[in-house]
């Protein structure tokens, strides 16, 4: 399946979040909003979706071709985003609990 450039930047963009955190548990403890140790998909979208949430500057819920990186690409929709975002958390969820563990945080996408 090939994602739309928009799509793509936006799923690398939380990459370098990652990349400034030292550890898988430092990683999980950010996202984990409530403290149980482990990171649900509402949290796991809050977390991923920073990135959109600062490049969508007329807060309209729409990255625009002026808002996208390039002024390239199709629009996206914060739906669309966050759609694509609980694919992936349902990807990452290896024992199909609805939580996502360090563990499972740590593993390469699926």
Known sequence: ????????VLALLPAAAF????ATGDYLARMDGDGDGRVSLIEYQTWMSYAFEGMDRNRDGVLSLDE???????????????AQLADRFKR???????????KELA???R
Request: proline letters at 12%; zero cysteines.
């Open 68 to 82: 996208l990186p390039g002024g390239r690409g199709k629009p996206v929709t914060r739906e669309a985003h966050l």
């Open 107 to 109: 593993a390469p996408p």
């Open 92 to 102: 990452q969820d290896a024992d199909g609990n609805g939580f996502l563990s360090a």
């Open 19 to 22: 990349a400034q955190v030292t």
């Open 1 to 8: 399946m090939r994602l739309p450039s928009s799509l793509l």
